[in-house]
């Protein structure tokens, strides 16, 4: 298979994978770009992508099979947007959609407003108002890196499911206390979303 090799990848901890180039173009506008712009360079390094996430992907590629599980499926959302592997991206979404959970449902909604999933967005965001009160329950459920703009649509919302305004209150003060520094300039903001 070695001398059917047409290049190498390369992740930033320098793991190296040989493909072959006539692979990728169908599957990845990303590869169809790059490898049209450059076909001398044997060694294209992937900035951004671990290895374990990049092998996921080729397998995919090669085979059309995935493995994706709760682990693994922000980074295998985060990857195929990046390389523009719009099928895999599709997958990816779905997956998660099927299995989202109390523990998962904050990181995917920054997620999708980091990358633009509009699907996502809204799936994560009803998820998160019907079971509000058991996110606050779950410790490192993500609450704390949710963005400004994210928190305040969320606890500003009238559908919000909580048994009562302490936990609207105390989620307003956990969020702010995890980066009080940075955070703290925006809490009239945030009082105002909370008076409504």
Same mark, same amino acid.
């Given at each position: 298979?070695?001398?059917?090799?047409?290049?190498?990848? @390369?992740?930033?901890?320098?793991?190296?994978?040989?493909?072959?180039?006539?692979?990728?173009?169908?599957?990845?506008?990303?590869?169809?770009?790059?490898?049209?712009?450059?076909?001398? @360079?044997?060694?294209?390094?992937?900035?951004?992508?671990?290895?374990?996430?990049?092998?996921?992907?080729?397998?995919?590629?090669?085979?059309?099979?995935?493995?994706?599980?709760?682990?693994?499926a922000c980074d295998m959302m985060i990857a195929p947007d990046y390389?523009?592997?719009?099928?895999?991206?599709?997958?990816?979404?779905?997956?998660?959609?099927?299995?989202?959970?109390?523990?998962?449902?904050?990181?995917?909604?920054?997620?999708?407003?980091?990358?633009?999933?509009?699907?996502?967005?809204?799936?994560?965001?009803?998820?998160?108002?019907?079971?509000?009160?058991?996110?606050?329950?779950?410790s490192n459920c993500g609450l704390e890196e949710l963005p400004f703009?994210?928190?305040?649509?969320?606890?500003?919302?009238?559908?919000?499911?909580v048994v009562s305004e302490r936990s609207v209150w105390r989620t307003?003060?956990?969020?702010?206390?995890?980066?009080?520094?940075?955070?703290?300039?925006?809490?009239?903001?945030?009082?105002?979303?909370?008076?409504?």
């Amino acid at each position: 298979m070695e001398q059917l090799s047409a290049g190498t990848l @390369q992740t930033d901890d320098g793991t190296i994978f040989r493909i072959h180039r006539v692979v990728f173009p169908p599957c990845s506008r990303y590869f169809r770009a790059l490898f049209t712009l450059d076909l001398k @360079q044997e060694t294209v390094v992937i900035p951004n992508i671990d290895s374990k996430t990049l092998e996921s992907i080729l397998i995919y590629m090669y085979t059309g099979n995935l493995k994706l599980d709760e682990e693994n499926a922000c980074d295998m959302m985060i990857a195929p947007d990046y390389l523009l592997l719009d099928e895999l991206l599709k997958s990816c979404e779905a997956f998660v959609i099927q299995n989202m959970t109390v523990t998962n449902c904050m990181p995917l909604i920054t997620l999708a407003s980091q990358i633009n999933r509009l699907a996502l967005f809204e799936n994560s965001y009803r998820y998160a108002l019907v079971h509000f009160e058991h996110i606050l329950e779950t410790s490192n459920c993500g609450l704390e890196e949710l963005p400004f703009e994210i928190l305040t649509k969320l606890l500003g919302s009238k559908s919000l499911n909580v048994v009562s305004e302490r936990s609207v209150w105390r989620t307003a003060i956990s969020w702010t206390e995890a980066e009080s520094s940075t955070r703290l300039p925006q809490v009239p903001i945030l009082l105002t979303v909370l008076f409504r």
